[in-house]
């Protein structure tokens, strides 16, 4: 069975400028989740999806992060503008259903803002 | 809100030696908790995990034993080895908050041979 996919696997942007990142969940799991991990600390939720539809974006900063999940299955996440405290790994993961199964995480992007 | 606190790290250990990495918790209602891995260069792994108070997950010679009187699930292991080397995180999941995983703050164990 395949993993969860995630490109890049690194990225390197000046402050201000763009950047996306893609996932591709394991096939027919229905949630989707964007972590952020800097480094040291442990990851935190970014966004959570159920197939299509957000179910958790309270701690998104959405003045500059943006996530869409079309058709339940691939997501990106976009960070427009950065800045130089979003250097980060932002990892994706799915699981089957939500309730308390286990999350396959891919192997992340990491995010270097200069 | 929920929280989980981890032992600070790093944890150096020579193998065989025995392991133990506290980690606490703070919660609203009955969570779910776990243990992920990571290992260099690659995505976190589920190690273990329980979901009810008393229950104890095992895996690769892992063990943690859900306490609810006392909030924890320490991570323990009899004898690691070398390719144990990793950083560890304790994680807790509610349904009432969606089901996400709220981590802890990782602590890395190097052990050498």
């Known amino acids: 069975e395949a993993g969860v996919a995630q490109s890049p696997r690194y990225k390197i942007i000046e402050k201000r400028q763009s950047v996306a990142f893609w996932c591709n969940p394991i096939?027919?799991?229905?949630?989707l989740y964007w972590y952020q991990q800097i480094l040291g600390q442990g990851p935190k939720l970014l966004i959570q999806?159920?197939?299509?539809?957000?179910?958790?974006d309270s701690q998104l900063p959405k003045d500059r992060f943006s996530a869409e999940r079309l058709k339940g299955v691939d997501s990106t996440l976009k960070i427009q503008p950065a800045k130089l405290e979003d250097s980060a790994v932002y990892l994706c993961?799915?699981?089957?259903?939500?309730?308390?199964?286990?999350?396959?995480f891919g192997q992340g992007t990491r995010l270097t803002v200069v | 809100g929920d929280s989980v606190t981890q032992m600070e790290g790093p944890v150096t250990l020579s193998e065989e030696a025995f392991l133990t990495i506290n980690c606490t918790y703070t919660a609203t209602g009955y969570p779910s908790l776990f243990w992920y891995v990571q290992y260099p260069g690659e995505g976190l792994q589920l190690l273990l995990k329980?979901?009810?108070?008393?229950d104890k997950g095992s895996n690769k010679g892992f063990e943690a034993t859900y306490r609810k009187e006392t909030t924890s699930f320490h991570l323990e292991k009899g004898s690691v080895q070398v390719s144990d080397s990793a950083v560890y995180f304790c994680?807790?999941?509610?349904?009432?908050?969606?089901?996400?995983?709220?981590f802890g703050e990782g602590t890395q164990l190097t052990v050498n041979p």
């Open positions: 994680a807790l999941s509610e349904k009432t908050s969606g089901s996400r995983l709220t």
């Open positions: 999806f159920q197939n299509n539809g957000v179910v958790d």
């Open positions: 329980a979901t009810k108070a008393d």
């Open positions: 096939s027919g799991h229905a949630t």
């Open positions: 993961a799915s699981s089957l259903v939500p309730a308390n199964t286990e999350a396959f």
